[in-house]
């Protein structure tokens, strides 16, 4: 399966996958602490098909396939 990653000093924004390599969602793995932690399950990026960080390191941005009358979306995350 495929799988992106997108690195930052403190760590790794990655897509999180099931032991059948289905995406599940973003997560993060946190060099300090040694630990993963979702981001944000599939039910709220769908399908993603890239990730990367945003230069000033404060998003993550990515693809995903279309949606019938869905042209842009914007997901914050805390």
Known sequence: PIGYFASVPQGVYYTGQDERGRYTG?????????????????????????????PDGRGLVYTRN???GIDLALIQFQ
């Open 26 to 54: 973003l997560r993060f793995f946190d060099y300090a602490q040694r630990r993963s932690v979702e981001v944000a399950p599939r039910s709220i990026t769908g399908p993603v098909n890239s990730l990367t960080v945003t």
């Open 66 to 68: 279309p949606k019938d």
